[in-house]
């Protein structure tokens, strides 16, 4: 075995070792039996093929090393215990997918790579449950499980305070240059950056979800009397996405009669099979959106500012480049959640991105204030 095998087998063990313990946390924090035993079977799995390569490298004489779990598998389970599987489960979902053909070059893992796309089908399975095979309670109690959008709702979070440090910092860098350092125009610029920035940012996500809202309130307004007028109709519609899904056609057509035996039913069924819309959430509260958003962007915003409530000159400025570059370090090591980079590489790269921002709005102030005052 070269060494090149030897590497790949190693981030093979650690990968399936981290999966492991990741189903294990998912299983810890899940409230619902069933769905744990699923967990744990999982882990179980991921955990067999750890054992396969620890046999490969074993035989070849490679130690191995001991198991730590890496940052993405501690923050996840720590979510998971604190606010629920449902808030990770997207984002595990997406990254379990991508995994799946991870072993498509090797020879003789056949069984390995079945299992991984195995696991990305379940998981889609799990965040986007066939409805139509159960009703009435049973259906909505999975549903508030189920509710989509945690993976999107941690990837909004780190985005928006992203905004709104790398913004923020550009703005006070560029006053601080045409300025010459006054910390008063410092101040007020950044804070009115700070707030015009986490106002537009909270509006413009209030509009984006209250126009969903209302737009998903019209789709089932119609669902709803197509279902009045035309019954038949929407059990074919209905018939056919089951059979779509791999449902024989007498078994799909008895579900979805089943459906439409219940008015209330079939419009929250058809709502969800049909439009893709939880007619309990309506894709959320406009409201906890635009909040959320206002104070995730001035959280990163109000880094930037913070020095120069206490210091002068070019200390200031460069204290608030040190509390921003420690700030965009969270941010790029929170971003390897989403992409499963080294928590080094990304955030390096997002220190480097915002400060070449900051660098590049301070020298064109200085130079506007250079020839303002000039």
């Known amino acids: 075995m070269n060494s090149q095998a030897i590497k790949r087998y190693l981030e093979f063990l650690n990968d399936e070792r981290n999966g492991a313990a990741l189903y294990q946390a998912l299983a ?26 620890i046999k490969k490298l074993t035989e070849a004489g490679v130690a191995i090393p001991p198991f730590k779990p890496s940052f993405r598998t501690r923050v996840f389970g720590i979510l998971a215990r604190r606010f629920g599987v449902t808030l990770v489960l997207p984002t595990i ?36 449950p066939v409805r139509g095979k159960i009703s009435g309670g049973a259906l909505a109690q999975l549903e508030g499980r189920h509710r989509s959008g945690g ?20 703005l006070v860098m560029g006053v601080a240059g045409a300025a010459d350092l006054n910390e008063q125009a410092i101040l007020i610029a950044g804070l009115a950056g700070l707030l015009a920035g986490a106002i537009s ?25 197509e279902i009045a007028s035309a019954p038949e109709e929407e059990i074919e519609e209905m018939t056919l996405i089951y059979q779509a899904r791999g449902i024989d056609e007498t078994r799909a057509r008895q579900m ?36 959320t ?25 460069i204290a608030s480049i040190a509390v921003s570059a420690v700030g965009l370090f969270v941010i790029g090591s929170a971003i390897t959640l989403f992409t499963g980079r080294s928590i080094w590489f990304s955030g ?15 020298t064109i102030g200085r130079l506007v204030g250079v020839n303002l005052s000039g």
């Open 28 to 53: 810890d924090a899940e409230r619902d039996e069933h769905l744990a035993t699923v967990y744990r079977r999982m882990a179980a799995v991921e955990q067999r093929h750890a054992d396969v390569w």
């Open 93 to 128: 979902t997406e990254l379990e997918q991508k995994d799946s053909h991870k072993y498509g070059q090797e020879t003789d893992t056949s069984g390995l790579s079945a299992d991984e796309g195995s696991h990305a089908r379940l998981l889609r399975a799990i965040t986007q």
């Open 151 to 170: 993976g999107n709702a941690l990837r909004a979070a780190v985005l928006g305070a992203n905004d709104g440090l790398v913004s923020n910092l550009s």
């Open 201 to 225: 940012m909270a509006l413009g996500e209030w509009l984006s979800v209250q126009s969903s809202r209302e737009l998903y309130q019209r789709q089932i307004s119609i669902e709803r009397a």
């Open 256 to 291: 979805a009669q089943q459906i439409m035996s219940d008015p209330t039913s079939a419009v929250e069924t058809l709502a969800r099979e049909e439009l893709g819309i939880d007619p309990q959430a309506l894709g959320g509260s406009a409201w906890e959106a635009a909040i």
């Open 293 to 317: 958003s206002f104070i995730l962007f001035a959280i990163g915003a109000v880094l930037p500012v913070s020095a120069f409530f206490f210091l002068q000159g070019m200390t200031a400025v």
């Open 348 to 362: 390096a790269r997002q220190v480097l991105f915002g400060l070449v921002a900051a660098g590049v709005t301070f």
